[in-house]
C-alpha cells in the first residue's frame, strides 16, 4: 500500500538530481559532509579506546572489580546493543530520512556514553553498554547512507573509507587521555576512567549541534515525493559551489536524467525479496565481509589491554601508550589506500587488503604463541596488520552501502551490520577474554588463526563476487525501486 506524505506528490518524476550532486567539483560543502559526520565516528572511537584502555583498572578492587571474562563481556553487549540498534534504526532511516535518524542515533548514543560514567557494577555498566551500542549501531546505517547519497561519485570510496577510518582519531585521542586519566597521581583510580567518558559525551554534544548543517539526502527526498525540497537543497548547493570556485558548473546532459514513481514508503516483504531474490550474490558478498572483519575487529580491539597486562606485564596505566600507535596505523590505512579504491577498483583492493591483513595477522600470532615478541614488537605488529585491515573493515561498509537499490540502502547496510556483527563479532570479545584468560599463548594463537582465516575467506568471495562500483553513480550500481512503476 501507497501512503502519502505531507507536501509529497506521487506523480512520475524526471529528475536529474543524481547526476547534479556527481559531477559537482570538490567544494566547503563537502568538508562540511566530512567533518559533521565523521567526527561521530571519532567520538565512538574515543569512547570505545576508553573502555578498552580502562579494562585493566576496571579490574581493580577499588574500582568495579571485574574479571577477564565479564571485561570481555562488555564489549559483547555493547556488540549486541549495535545489532539491535542498526536493524531497528536501519529501517526508520530508509522510512524517515537519513538526516532525522542520524541526530536520534547520535542522542541515544551519548545518553549511554554518560551513563557509562556512573556505572556502580558489572550489570550497570553492561546496561550502559548495550544503550550506547545501540546508538551507534544506528549511526552506521544512517550515516554511511547520507556520505554515499551526497558525495560525488568519483570520489566516494576514499571519502567513505576516511570518514569510516576517522574512528581511529578518535582512538588516538583516547589513547592519550588515558594517560593522564588512568594516572593514580592525578586522579583517584575510581575517578579517572569516569571523567573520559563525561567528556566524551560532551564531545559528543557538540558534534549533534554541527550536524544541523547537512541536509537531508536530495536522492531520498525525491523517491519520497518531496521533489521539490529536494531541488532547493541541491540548487543551494551548485550555488555555494559555483561562487566558492567562481566558475560556472558543468551542464547535465539530458540522458542522465530518470524518471521516478515515488513512494512514501516500501513494504519489508519488498524488502527482503529484493535483497534476497534480485540480489543473492550480492547478499552473500556483504555478509561475509562483515562477518570476518567483525571477528577481527572485536576479538582483538576489545581484548588488546589485556594481552598487554597479562603477557607482558604493561602497568595498565600505561596501556594508552600502546594503544596511540595502533589507533594512528588504523587511520594512515583508509586515509592512505582509499584513493586506489577508486583508481584501482574496488574488487582487487577490498581482496587485497583482507590478504595481507589475514597473513600478517598468522604470522603475528605465530610469533605470539613461540614467545618471541615483547610488547613493542607486539604493538608495532598489530599496526601494520590493522593498517590494511582498517581499509578492509571500511571498505565492508563502503560495499554494503552502495549495491543495493537506495530505498533499503539504509536497511541492507543495517542488515548485514547486525548479522555479520552477530555472527562474527558478539561473542568474540568475550571468547577473547576466555582465551587469554587461560594463560595459555598457544590458545590465544588459535584465535588469531580463526581470524586469518575469516579473512582470507572474505578476500575469495570477494574476488569471486566483487562489484566493480568505483566511479559509477549509485543508479548504475543499483537501480532504486522506484524507477520502476510497479513493485
Not at 502519502?4 to 559531477?23: C, V
Not at 576516511?162 to 588515558?178: F, K, Q
Not at 587488503?353 to 605488529?381: E, M
Not at 571468547?431 to 581470524?451: K, M, N, Q, T
Amino acid at each position: 500500500m501507497i501512503r502519502r506524505t505531507a507536501g509529497a506528490s506521487m506523480e512520475p518524476i524526471r529528475t536529474d538530481i543524481p547526476a547534479r550532486l556527481d559531477r559537482l567539483p570538490w567544494s566547503r560543502f563537502h568538508w562540511l559532509v566530512v567533518v559533521a559526520l565523521g567526527a561521530s565516528w571519532a567520538i565512538d572511537g574515543l569512547e570505545v579506546t576508553l573502555t578498552g584502555a580502562v579494562s585493566g583498572v576496571l579490574q581493580h578492587p577499588a574500582t568495579l572489580h571485574l574479571d577477564s571474562g565479564e571485561i570481555g563481556g562488555l564489549g559483547s553487549f555493547y556488540l549486541l546493543g549495535a545489532v539491535v540498534g542498526a536493524l531497528v534504526c536501519g529501517h526508520l532511516t530508509d522510512r524517515h530520512g537519513r538526516a532525522k535518524l542520524f541526530f536520534v542515533t547520535l542522542a541515544i548514543y551519548l545518553v549511554g556514553t554518560l551513563c557509562t560514567a556512573f556505572a556502580w557494577d558489572f550489570a550497570s555498566m553492561a546496561a550502559c553498554r548495550i544503550i550506547t551500542g545501540f546508538g551507534i549501531g544506528g549511526e552506521y546505517a544512517a550515516i554511511n547512507s547520507a556520505i554515499d547519497e551526497l558525495i560525488p561519485a568519483r570520489v566516494r570510496g576514499q571519502v567513505n573509507l576516511a570518514i569510516n577510518g576517522s574512528y581511529w582519531i578518535g582512538a588516538a585521542l583516547g589513547s592519550l587521555a588515558t594517560l593522564v586519566l588512568l594516572d593514580p597521581a592525578i586522579f583517584p583510580v575510581d575517578l579517572g576512567w569516569r571523567i573520559g567518558f563525561f567528556v566524551g559525551a560532551l564531545l559528543g554534544f557538540l558534534v549533534l549541534l554541527a550536524r544541523r548543517h547537512v541536509p537531508e539526502s536530495p536522492r531520498w527526498l525525491t523517491i519520497h515525493g518531496q521533489h521539490e525540497k529536494a531541488l532547493r537543497i541541491v540548487s543551494d548547493i551548485e550555488t555555494r559551489v559555483a561562487q566558492r570556485n567562481r566558475a560556472e558548473l558543468a551542464a547535465v546532459p539530458d540522458g542522465e536524467a530518470m524518471v521516478i514513481h515515488p513512494r512514501a514508503h516500501v513494504g519489508f516483504g519488498v524488502i527482503v525479496r529484493t535483497l534476497f531474490r534480485d540480489y543473492p550474490r550480492r547478499a552473500l558478498l556483504g555478509l561475509v565481509l562483515i562477518a570476518s572483519q567483525a571477528y577481527l575487529y572485536n576479538a582483538i580491539f576489545f581484548t588488546y589491554a589485556l594481552v598487554l597486562t597479562r603477557f607482558y606485564d604493561v602497568p595498565a596505566a600505561d596501556t594508552g601508550l600502546y594503544l596511540l600507535p595502533f589507533a594512528l596505523g588504523n587511520f594512515a590505512g583508509p586515509l592512505v589506500l582509499g584513493r586506489w579504491f577508486d583508481r584501482l577498483g574496488r574488487r582487487a583492493m577490498i581482496a587485497g587488503t583482507y590478504v595481507v591483513s589475514a597473513l600478517l595477522l598468522w604470522a603475528t600470532g605465530a610469533l605470539f604463541a613461540r614467545g618471541s615478541l615483547s610488547a613493542h614488537d607486539q604493538t608495532l605488529l598489530w599496526c601494520a596488520i590493522f593498517f590494511f585491515a582498517s581499509a578492509a573493515a571500511s571498505s565492508a561498509y563502503l560495499t554494503i552501502s552502495e549495491i543495493f537499490p537506495l530505498e533499503l540502502r539504509a536497511l541492507a547496510i543495517a542488515v548485514f551490520y547486525a548479522a555479520g556483527t552477530a555472527i562474527g563479532g558478539v561473542a568474540a570479545p568475550w571468547f577473547f577474554g576466555v582465551l587469554i584468560g587461560s594463560g595459555s599463548r598457544l590458545s590465544v594463537f588459535y584465535g588469531y588463526a580463526l581470524g586469518a582465516a575469516l579473512m582470507i575467506v572474505a578476500a575469495v568471495v570477494e574476488a569471486w563476487l566483487g562489484v566493480d562500483a568505483d566511479q559509477k553513480s549509485l543508479e548504475r550500481i543499483a537501480p532504486p525501486l522506484s524507477t520502476r512503476v510497479q513493485l
